[in-house]
């Protein structure tokens, strides 16, 4: 019996350091994953509604300072916030009304709450403020639909080209050539022949050329004279163009 007492405790306290060990491991794991959740909520929160997100200035009043933070989505007003108010019964009956008759009016065109005169004035101001902030900010910003007509008309920019003066045993033929890009667009007679036969060809030699897009047409019955000098003339404009 004497032996074994001297046995019992060195074995209790040989266990005393597995007890004290174990549990700390558990709590320092658990405490390691904690602030690293709520660091990434907090990030992914702030980088989502930052651009949206306009406040307005702050507003003394006698009742105390107002001040409202606004959310748009788009153009449209989605919530708003106030940062600071009067710590006062009646401001605080009132603010859910004018966030309310905000969200509905679109606007900082709202009435004002019975009983909080003050403080809906001053609610007002700083939303207004906000909302202007909001459109000075989309107004200096590039925007992309603004500049899809630019870039179209630059693709589509109109060049007009006059093709040589030809002379022939019928009269003078020149031609005017408006191009789109790479595209004719238009042909304008500056002279011609006053014939019958050169008044009725032209607008034949024209169609032509819009549907071939180049000055390898047919000349036109009747007009031989006048078709070849619309075609040097209409070939010089179009190597003029380029």
Do not use: C
């Given at each position: 019996?004497?032996?074994?007492?001297?046995?019992?405790?060195?074995?209790?306290?040989?266990l005393?350091?597995?007890?004290?060990?174990?549990?700390?491991?558990?709590?320092?794991?658990?405490?390691?994953?904690?602030?690293?959740?709520?660091?990434?909520?907090?990030?992914?929160?702030?980088?989502?509604?930052?651009?949206?997100?306009?406040?307005?200035?702050t507003?003394?009043?006698e009742?105390?300072?107002?001040?409202?933070?606004?959310?748009?989505?788009?153009?449209?007003?989605?919530?708003?916030?106030m940062l600071k108010q009067?710590?006062?019964?009646?401001?605080?009956?009132?603010?859910?009304?004018?966030?309310?008759?905000?969200?509905?009016?679109?606007?900082?065109?709202?009435?004002?709450?019975?009983?909080?005169?003050?403080?809906?004035?001053?609610?007002?101001?700083?939303l207004?403020?906000a909302?202007?902030?909001?459109a000075?900010s989309?107004?200096?910003?590039?925007?992309?639909?603004?500049?899809?007509?630019s870039?179209?008309?630059?693709?589509?920019?109109?060049?007009?080209?006059?093709?040589t003066?030809?002379?022939?045993?019928?009269g003078?033929?020149?031609?005017?050539?408006?191009?789109?890009?790479?595209?004719?667009?238009?042909?304008?007679?500056?002279?011609?022949?006053?014939?019958?036969?050169?008044?009725?060809?032209?607008?034949?030699?024209?169609?032509?050329?819009l549907?071939?897009?180049?000055?390898?047409?047919?000349?036109?019955?009747?007009?031989?004279?006048?078709?070849?000098?619309?075609?040097?003339?209409?070939?010089?404009?179009?190597?003029?163009?380029?």
């Amino acid at each position: 019996m004497k032996r074994a007492l001297p046995v019992l405790v060195l074995s209790v306290a040989g266990l005393v350091p597995v007890w004290l060990y174990e549990p700390s491991l558990g709590i320092t794991s658990s405490a390691a994953s904690t602030p690293s959740t709520s660091s990434s909520s907090s990030s992914s929160g702030s980088g989502g509604s930052s651009s949206n997100v306009f406040t307005g200035p702050t507003v003394n009043t006698e009742k105390g300072d107002v001040q409202v933070e606004v959310t748009f989505a788009g153009s449209k007003i989605s919530s708003v916030r106030m940062l600071k108010q009067p710590n006062h019964p009646q401001t605080t009956a009132a603010v859910p009304v004018l966030i309310k008759e905000t969200l509905a009016a679109q606007s900082a065109d709202i009435d004002t709450v019975s009983g909080a005169t003050i403080t809906s004035g001053a609610y007002k101001e700083s939303l207004q403020a906000a909302i202007d902030a909001r459109a000075d900010s989309a107004a200096s910003a590039p925007s992309p639909a603004a500049s899809t007509p630019s870039s179209g008309a630059a693709a589509s920019a109109s060049k007009v080209v006059s093709g040589t003066a030809v002379d022939t045993e019928k009269g003078t033929v020149q031609v005017e050539v408006t191009f789109e890009g790479d595209k004719i667009a238009s042909v304008k007679m500056l002279q011609q022949p006053n014939h019958p036969q050169t008044t009725a060809a032209v607008p034949v030699l024209i169609s032509e050329t819009l549907a071939a897009q180049s000055a390898d047409i047919d000349t036109v019955s009747g007009a031989t004279i006048t078709s070849g000098g619309y075609r040097e003339s209409l070939q010089a404009a179009i190597d003029a163009k380029g």
